[in-house]
């Protein structure tokens, strides 16, 4: 298994709403990231996850709350979201500290605030 | 702080063509260097890694350099189809945390 696998794949939320994305892989890989990536942008990074710990938060606000239950899974929890939220959140993960891995990116949550 | 540049922004050309994507970063103390495609709405597939030590790399009909002391990559695609119209992006990786993109060059192949 070679795929970082997201879910849903779409997603409509109101701004009172909580929901969540999740993000599985099964590459054994140790590092984990979310990236934002709104229309005709390079992705930005939100978050990094290290060995399932929390090792960088991009001051990315509150509403947004990060979660890494196991080395496979990493969820991103959504409350209270504004309008201007709604982008291509992405998910990746890394084989670890090596320096000669390369980023494998999910296909990503098309996320619309209404 | 790192800087990638990717040049042009947009590119068309006919089918068939052969054509050169280019990317150019400001901080040589690089790990690695990755192109990604990006259909639209999609996720981020991954087209080619070069190592800081390597000079290319080659699958199928693409073919990336990397010019590391001169901060310069390029993405060859030989005998361009219409399914490779999409976004390229460029990014280069300094430690497990840092990976700092391009813009991107949004490609159209047209039949």
């Known amino acids: 298994d070679t795929e970082v696998t997201q879910t849903p794949k779409h997603l409509v939320m109101g701004m009172t709403n909580k929901k969540s994305l999740k993000c599985e892989q099964h590459?054994?890989?140790?590092?984990m990231y979310w990236y934002k990536q709104k229309a005709k942008k390079p992705p930005e990074l939100m978050f990094v996850?290290?060995?399932?710990?929390?090792?960088i938060n991009e001051s990315v606000p509150s509403r947004f709350s990060p979660e890494c239950p196991n080395s496979s899974l990493l969820n991103l929890h959504l409350h209270a979201l504004q309008p201007e939220d709604s982008a291509l959140y992405l998910c990746?993960?890394?084989?670890?500290?090596?320096?000669?891995?390369?980023?494998?990116f999910g296909s990503g949550t098309r996320l619309t605030v209404v | 702080k790192q800087e990638v540049t990717q040049i042009p922004a947009a590119l068309s050309v006919p089918e068939g063509e052969n054509l050169v994507l280019n990317c150019s970063f400001t901080?040589?103390?690089?790990?690695?260097l990755q192109w990604f495609r990006q259909d639209p709405g999609k996720g981020l597939t991954s087209l080619l890694l070069?190592?800081?030590?390597?000079r290319e790399q080659t699958s199928g009909r693409l073919n990336a350099s990397l010019d590391k002391s001169s901060g310069r990559s390029t993405l060859y695609i030989a005998a361009s189809q219409p399914g490779d119209s999409a976004t390229y992006l460029c990014?280069?990786?300094?430690?497990?945390?840092?990976?700092?993109f391009g813009k991107g060059t949004m490609l159209l192949v047209s039949p």
């Open positions: 996850y290290s060995y399932e710990k929390l090792s």
């Open positions: 070069i190592q800081s030590s390597q």
């Open positions: 590459m054994g890989h140790r590092a």
């Open positions: 990014a280069v990786s300094r430690g497990y945390s840092t990976l700092t």
């Open positions: 901080d040589s103390a690089i790990y690695n």
């Open positions: 990746a993960s890394r084989g670890g500290n090596r320096t000669n891995y390369g980023y494998t």
